[in-house]
């Protein structure tokens, strides 16, 4: 079992940062892929970006790329998302979740792949 708790989240300007952390509990979290996804109001949620087990492989959706990084330390059981120059469209609930994925499976990019969830946390950028 795996649980996974987000912080960070806040109220930001457009063009400013934020970092999302996400801390997993449970021994088995260092070999399991981690995502980030987030859920806009009145939207389906999104995939935002993956990270596989060792941190080496990673994908973004365009939405994303080149602002967002998504990172972990296993160490510390803990997966960031470093969101960079915000748009009022990021503008979402974002919620960390984690795969039972074999170590070198193709990384998970839709909800159903993965297994647990955290309770998310809001994302809110002013224009």
């Known amino acids: 079992q795996v649980q996974l708790v987000e912080s960070g989240g806040g109220l930001v300007q457009a063009g400013g940062s934020l970092r999302l952390s996400c801390a997993a509990s449970?021994?088995?979290?260092?070999?399991?892929?981690m995502g980030w996804f987030r859920q806009a109001p009145g939207k389906e949620r999104e995939f935002a970006t993956a990270?596989?087990?060792?941190?080496?492989?990673?994908y973004y959706a365009d939405s994303v790329r080149g602002r967002f990084t998504i990172s972990r330390d296993s160490a510390k059981n803990t997966v960031y998302l470093q969101m960079n120059s915000l748009k009022p469209e990021d503008t979402a609930v974002y919620y960390c979740?984690?795969?039972?994925?074999?170590?070198?499976?193709?990384?998970?990019?839709?909800?159903?792949?993965?297994?647990?969830w955290g309770q998310g946390t809001q994302v809110t950028v002013s224009s």
């Open positions: 990270i596989d087990w060792s941190g080496g492989r990673t």
């Open positions: 979740a984690c795969a039972r994925t074999g170590r070198w499976s193709p990384l998970p990019l839709g909800r159903e792949e993965y297994d647990y």
């Open positions: 449970g021994r088995t979290f260092s070999t399991y892929a």
